[in-house]
């Protein structure tokens, strides 16, 4: 289990570290079920109550056929990874007698490589130790080897033999396997290949194709564009003809379900914020510090019914990165107002600074819910966000509700469970998924969707209304905080809200942007702001000064390289 280093400085990571985060090339991935892309969007129920963001999944049926194939076909047994012969699996059982011992080696052999049913992976995974689960899983679902520390036992491999599915890749495909890609997928492709031949061509064309990834302008015609010119630039043959394939893909249609799955969109916000969280930001963590100290004071003036009512609010929704705050662990295990205070005044990583953000709306719909009773009065720096999410942010979210259910979130970002998952952070516990929450619906697009989707940006829970509660929150308390930093707030507002899975780095930009009129001196009217232009690249004006920008690019580039990597991993 990876901690999280409880570093207080904002010194972005050591390059050695990236290094080690970069993913090795997955010289096991068979090319039909690379085509990670060609999957469909899925999304899981959302919960009715308007400030949340709730669940529920398919699980695909074993095949009888595959399952014989494991549990009686030695001659059909898959081979094993790369690099290690079948023959030399190490004994991972305790046998009675040889031929006992012989055959649990076979059974475990035939079962490398082959698909589990995502319920019983999941339930194994669920039972891991410290040491890790008894079976190495990768990101498809697919069994990679059995751990050397654990006693396999027989139950156990008929339990998988019964569990084998066909590949998700092979069975969840909704168009053929020459479907064009999403522009994103294809610009992140195109980026692969540039960077496997240095030379001032390929390095001029590679900056193009990064500042064109971050940017807000990004769109199909935009890459399109830039594929024209690499086309007429790039020397080599070979790298020629694939970009001329990448041009004729572009100019194809794509269905709205592949816009929304936005791989490589989710994993560059997915990486960044991870890294956020690792290696916080000083200012960041000075904000949250500041808004800690005024959410116990907002707290303490109200009566002990919102109190009660935000620990259960928590309790119910228990995230998985929970675990790694000591004081988030300690409150929940005794609530009391003395162990809530020690919790709000410890920002000492960035697990502990979006305690506070995530602390700070949960109370913030503890009020809503007691006011909604009639217990206290509303509020007015709550009436007005109140009215702000009722009048237009709510109109703004994804009309779907997902089938599926039991899909759990466990490690950070706003992945798709058929998406590897390659954040740095291993979180010890689980919970809620909400990035499975909502589901986009094409003939019933919200204008924000429309826009983000058309500008290739993830669409997780549509505009956030959790942004605007924080913020109303944050101009309350500004009032008796005066040197609490706003924009290092909306850093921390959006890295917490992506680290949770319950939105995209767009959705939270759109909601501070359009919240903006709710506190401007003329009182401007809220809503869409047509200037609003998005894109990645506003992420670094959450930056408070040039400094500040210039460490969030750095760590946009950083967070790109992954990217890629991953896709050589992943998908090349």
């Given at each position: 289990m990876?901690?999280?280093p409880s ?11 990236d290094?080690a ?9 068979s090319?039909?079920?690379r085509r ?23 699980v695909?049926?074993?095949r009888?056929?595959i ?8 001659d ?8 290690r012969p ?9 046998a009675a007698?040889t031929?006992?011992?012989?055959e ?9 490589g082959?698909t ?16 890790g689960g ?14 050397p520390l654990?006693?396999?036992?027989p ?15 092979s069975?969840n ?8 890609r999403a522009?994103?997928d294809?610009?992140v ?32 015609n935009?890459v ?16 020629h ?10 100019a ?19 990486l ?7 290696w916080p930001?000083?200012?960041m ?7 800690g100290r005024?959410?116990?004071e907002?707290?303490r ?13 928590l ?7 929970f675990?790694l ?16 205070e020690?919790s709000?005044?410890d920002?000492?990583?960035?697990i ?9 709306q ?15 009065d509303?509020?007015?720096?709550y ?6 999410y009722s009048?237009?942010l709510?109109?703004q979210?994804?009309g ?14 706003n992945w ?10 291993r979180?010890?516990?689980q ?8 589901v986009?619906?094409?003939?019933r697009l ?5 826009d983000?989707?058309?500008?290739g ?8 209304g ?5 913020v109303s929150?944050?101009h ?7 040197n ?7 850093l ?8 949770n ?24 009217e809220?809503?869409?702001?047509s ?14 000064t ?6 969030l690019r750095d ?11 991953y ?6």
């Amino acid at each position: 289990m990876n901690r999280i280093p409880s570093k207080t400085t904002g010194a972005v990571p050591p390059a050695s570290n990236d290094a080690a985060a970069t993913p090795r090339a997955n010289a096991t991935t068979s090319a039909p079920e690379r085509r990670l892309l060609s999957l469909p969007f899925f999304g899981r129920l959302a919960r009715p109550a308007p400030h949340s963001t709730g669940n529920a999944p398919h699980v695909p049926q074993p095949r009888s056929d595959i399952r014989a194939r494991a549990a009686k076909s030695p001659d059909q047994s898959v081979s094993p990874p790369k690099g290690r012969p079948s023959t030399s699996a190490p004994s991972l059982f305790t046998a009675a007698d040889t031929a006992r011992s012989a055959e649990m080696e076979e059974r475990l052999d035939r079962l490398r490589g082959l698909t589990i049913d995502p319920k019983v992976a999941n339930d194994i995974l669920a039972h891991a130790d410290n040491a890790g689960g008894p079976v190495l899983f990768d990101g498809f679902g697919r069994i990679e080897d059995f751990s050397p520390l654990h006693q396999i036992q027989p139950a156990l491999v008929s339990k998988l033999e019964n569990a084998v599915i066909e590949p998700l890749t092979s069975t969840n495909a909704r168009g053929p396997r020459d479907a064009p890609r999403a522009e994103r997928d294809i610009l992140v492709r195109a980026m692969h290949l540039l960077g496997m031949e240095h030379n001032p061509v390929n390095q001029a064309l590679l900056d193009d194709a990064k500042k064109l990834f971050l940017s807000g302008s990004f769109s199909r015609n935009a890459v399109a564009s830039f594929l024209e010119n690499a086309v007429a630039r790039v020397d080599d043959v070979l790298l020629h003809d694939q970009f001329t394939k990448l041009a004729t893909e572009i100019a194809k249609p794509v269905t709205v379900p592949q816009l929304a799955d936005n791989l490589y969109g989710r994993t560059f916000e997915s990486l960044l914020v991870d890294d956020l969280v690792r290696w916080p930001p000083n200012g960041m963590l000075r904000a949250t510090r500041e808004l800690g100290r005024g959410v116990v004071e907002t707290l303490r003036s109200y009566p002990p019914a919102v109190f009660h009512e935000m620990v259960d609010i928590l309790r119910n929704d228990v995230r998985p990165w929970f675990g790694l705050s000591p004081s988030m662990a300690r409150f929940l295990a005794h609530p009391s107002m003395s162990t809530f205070e020690a919790s709000m005044s410890d920002t000492s990583s960035g697990i502990e600074a979006i305690k506070v953000i995530n602390v700070a709306q949960r109370m913030v719909l503890a009020i809503h819910n007691v006011s909604e009773r009639g217990e206290i009065d509303r509020p007015g720096w709550y009436q007005r966000c109140f009215d702000f999410y009722s009048d237009f942010l709510s109109s703004q979210k994804p009309g779907g509700k997902s089938q599926l259910s039991g899909v759990f979130a466990r490690n950070p970002g706003n992945w798709l469970h058929y998406q590897p998952n390659a954040a740095s952070t291993r979180n010890p516990w689980q919970g809620t998924s909400w990035t499975h929450s909502r589901v986009v619906t094409p003939d019933r697009l919200s204008l924000f969707e429309q826009d983000a989707l058309a500008r290739g940006q993830p669409i997780v829970n549509g505009a956030s209304g959790q942004t605007g509660m924080v913020v109303s929150l944050a101009h309350h308390v500004g009032q008796t905080h005066p040197n609490m930093s706003h924009r290092d707030l909306h850093l921390a507002i959006m890295t917490c809200l992506v680290f949770n899975g319950g939105h995209s780095t767009e959705e939270v930009l759109f909601a501070l942007d359009a919240t903006k009129g709710l506190y401007a001196p003329a009182r401007i009217e809220p809503g869409w702001a047509s200037g609003f232009r998005g894109g990645y690249e506003a992420i670094a004006e959450l930056g408070g000064t040039e400094a500040d920008k210039r460490m969030l690019r750095d760590r946009m580039d950083t967070a790109l390289k992954r990217t890629i990597a991953y896709h050589a991993k992943y998908a090349a």
